[in-house]
């Protein structure tokens, strides 16, 4: 997949291309690029996808936090696992929002972008206030001579696969529904910081981990198994995200993995983890041997689920 910033390196080419923010890059988006694809093979030209770097509102409203389930380094990377051609990366800008559907079909996906055939996500609408619906997209292209197709409808089982979904799930702890959803284990990548190393003295050492995206989603409140990712190797971990009511720490947020079978000073290393499957809820205990005693069931639960 080349990823295009400069569009002059498309002059002269004729794209079958799709269009959208694409976050997660999850089984729904999966359906569509595969039928794009098979598009493109079939008028043998090639595929790509046009996305946002940025999400559109968050640049329209500053004040706006969007919670994602992609970086944009790792949409790049599913994006490129689909095995399509082109990567069309274009800044969404308060200019670009103000263009009606009917000019921004004109002046930048014919103009700009090269745009032979135009692909539409089934439900999918844009240009300002996204007034306009298909059969408007269908004139305003054949005007410029882009021929705009409407995708498949797509649903996995009787649930429509979308990302507000999976953010829904994730929020609920639910982290296998979403993984099947996406396609893969929801992850979180971050950077390994100093903490209050009371794991430690409970004999749960654990690694607090400062998540990299900023507007990425954490899933909910609970105790996690988790594989994890860390200096090359793949760990089973315990994951844990709260507030620890039981050491009474306030409504500080924490995200802490004790890492099975492993020891040494990682302070400071970048760490990845992918949720595997909700353990429980989160319990404030009446003493700390009630919580130890509990964490040592917890860690033999996370070692079957991970075993398997």
Not at 20 to 32: I, K, P
Not at 88 to 103: N, Q, Y
Not at 181 to 210: C, D, E, M
Not at 216 to 225: E, T
């Amino acid at each position: 997949m080349i990823v295009v910033r400069d569009t002059e390196i498309l002059k002269g080419k004729r794209l079958v291309a799709t269009i959208g923010f694409f976050d997660g890059v999850h089984l729904g988006h999966c359906f569509l690029i595969h039928e794009l694809k098979q598009v493109a093979e079939a008028a043998g030209l090639p595929s790509a996808v046009i996305t946002f770097p940025e999400h559109p509102r968050a640049v329209l409203h500053s004040d706006y936090q969007p919670k994602l389930l992609n970086s944009f380094e790792e949409k790049l990377k599913h994006l490129d696992s689909t095995g399509i051609d082109y990567c069309i990366v274009l800044d969404f800008t308060p200019e670009l929002s103000r263009l009606s559907a009917k000019e921004f079909i004109m002046s930048v996906l014919a103009n700009q972008l090269q745009v032979g055939t135009l692909l539409i996500g089934y439900d999918h609408r844009f240009g300002h206030n996204r007034e306009d619906g298909f059969e408007q997209y269908v004139a305003y292209g054949e005007a410029c001579g882009i021929r705009v197709i409407k995708a498949s409808q797509y649903s996995e089982g009787e649930a429509a696969v979308s990302s507000s979904e999976i953010r829904r799930l994730l929020t609920e702890c639910k982290v296998e529904e979403a993984a099947r959803l996406l396609g893969y284990p929801y992850q979180l990548k971050g950077r390994i910081v100093s903490g209050y190393k009371v794991g430690r003295k409970l004999g749960f050492p654990t690694a607090n981990i400062q998540v990299d995206e900023p507007f990425k989603i954490i899933p909910g409140i609970g105790v996690y198994a988790v594989r994890v990712y860390l200096n090359g190797l793949r760990y089973k971990g315990m994951l844990y995200i709260g507030n620890r009511p039981t050491l009474d720490n306030g409504d500080n947020i924490t995200l802490e993995v004790n890492i099975l079978n492993f020891s040494g000073d990682i302070y400071n290393n970048e760490i990845t983890v992918q949720f595997i499957n909700h353990v429980r809820g989160d319990i404030k205990f009446n003493s700390l041997d009630e919580l130890i005693a509990q964490l040592e069931r917890d860690r033999e639960t996370v070692d079957k689920i991970l075993t398997h």
